[in-house]
Nanobody
Framework: QMQLVESGGGLVQAGGSLRLSCAAS????????MGWFRQAPGKEREFVAA????????DYADSVKGRFAISRDNAKNTVYLQMNSLKPEDTAVYYC????????????????WGQGTQVTVSS
């Protein structure tokens, strides 16, 4: 099956920026829509952003609109999440996920998941 590996997490102060990357292998990357989710301790995994296989259809959670930007480079089999103006409430483990044919915003609609990368935002 497809393998997804996230990177780019770390510790930043509120107002700072991070860029997450997700490298895919094992399946044709361009056939999949890609998404980013996050999960804080004691909370459900929540949708952050998603992008279609062509990059022409993008969706964001209301909590990150205007601050985060998702993009993909099919030639590099990689999806990115640029995170600006970070807030302490953005602290979570961030996961990337893959889905065939169409973008979605629910955990159950995605077929493959990475292991996550920790993002911590200090106040």
């Amino acid at each position: 099956q497809m393998q997804l590996v996230e990177s780019g997490g770390g510790l930043v102060q509120a107002g700072g920026s991070l860029r997450l990357s997700c490298a895919a292998s094992g399946r044709p990357f361009s056939s999949y829509a890609m998404g980013w989710f996050r999960q804080a301790p004691g909370k459900e995994r929540e949708f952050v952003a998603a992008i279609s296989w062509s990059g022409g259809n993008i969706d964001y959670a209301d909590s990150v609109k205007g601050r985060f930007a998702i993009s993909r480079d099919n030639a590099k089999n990689t999806v990115y999440l640029q995170m600006n103006s970070l807030k302490p409430e953005d602290t979570a483990v961030y996961y990337c996920a893959a889905r065939i044919r169409a973008i979605a915003t629910m955990n159950s609609q995605f077929d493959y998941w990475g292991q996550g990368t920790q993002v911590t935002v200090s106040s």
